[in-house]
């Protein structure tokens, strides 16, 4: 007989034309969801949306297709137009990743929807910079956004447009340190977090600055941590995003792609890659391997 906690899973995860989706109605849902228990669902968070061939980074239509083959965390991020619209973007400036020139606080919004998008080749798709509002509406029922408020935008901003979306059942903020996690706990008690923790102390300070464990994940950084952070965290019943995108992913190419595999089994609960399917092959092996 399945457990209860089995059972929740099982209905937040729904299926649809053959994709998995996330589908939240609270954030309460999401803050269970997203706490750690004995019943654990390893999830891939697609590092800027899992871009590849034809597919741009921090593009709609890129998470769209992230999304078609599992449950899913979208990374994305956040920038800032000349005329204060939020948009998709990593760079301050335009170049790399896009057909506009320069940086992209110079342009309005009106000017930025004129530019096509460039995939990691350097070649032009036909799809464009997308808003975040449009980003969320999408995403509502379907994925987690972890959303990545890059520096000189206002977590304040970002709180309204999750307000006005009504996406607070797919949302977690991204913090820095202590400072900023408190102001987003400040701004929206109810919003989940993910904050920079690599050391037991990480965690005070945040507890001190009135930021609580059911709000939060960790995200420990871009190595393994030990098997007593892990346990430490999961005890604090905070689930632990590992950065494999880098160093660590460029091993499972080399190792093979069961080190994701290894990653969930010594103790990470997420996997922010830029390998999405790889990781994701592994990770419902991982899942088929541990049903009870």
Request: hydrophobic share 35%; with cysteine; glycine share 6%.
């Amino acid at each position: 007989m399945r457990s209860a906690s089995t059972l929740l899973l099982l209905l937040l995860i729904t299926f649809s034309a053959g994709a998995q989706q996330l589908n939240f109605k609270t954030t309460q849902q999401l803050q269970k969801f997203l706490s750690y228990g004995k019943v654990r669902y390893p999830l891939v968070s697609a590092h800027r949306g899992g871009p590849e061939k034809g597919f741009p980074e921090n593009a709609l239509e890129t998470f769209q297709h992230s999304s078609l083959s599992q449950p899913l965390i979208i990374e994305c991020d956040i920038a800032l137009s000349k005329d204060s619209a939020l948009v998709l973007m990593h760079d301050n400036r335009l170049d790399r990743t896009s057909t506009g020139k320069g940086n992209i606080g110079d342009y309005t919004w009106e000017e930025l929807k004129k530019f096509y998008l460039k995939d990691n080749d350097g070649d032009t798709t036909t799809f464009r910079i997308p808003l975040l509002d449009d980003v969320l509406l999408w995403g509502k029922g379907k994925v987690i956004f972890t959303l990545d408020v890059k520096r000189g935008v206002p977590y304040a901003k970002v709180v309204e447009a999750v307000r006005r979306c009504k996406a607070e059942p797919c949302s977690v903020i991204i913090t820095y340190n202590a400072d900023q996690a408190a102001e987003v706990s400040k701004l929206a008690p109810d919003l989940m977090i993910s904050a920079s923790i690599q050391k037991k102390e990480d965690l005070a300070r945040l507890n001190s600055y009135g930021v609580p464990n059911d709000r939060l994940v960790a995200f420990i950084g871009t190595r393994e941590a030990d098997a007593e952070f892990y346990q430490y965290l999961h005890e604090n019943k905070i689930l632990c995003i590992l950065g494999t995108m880098g160093n660590l992913d460029k091993q499972a190419i080399a190792r093979g792609d069961k080190s994701y595999y290894e990653y969930v089994e010594h103790g990470a609960d997420i996997l922010s890659t830029d390998r999405p399917h790889e990781a994701g092959a592994q990770l419902q092996e991982y899942i088929k391997s541990h049903k009870k």
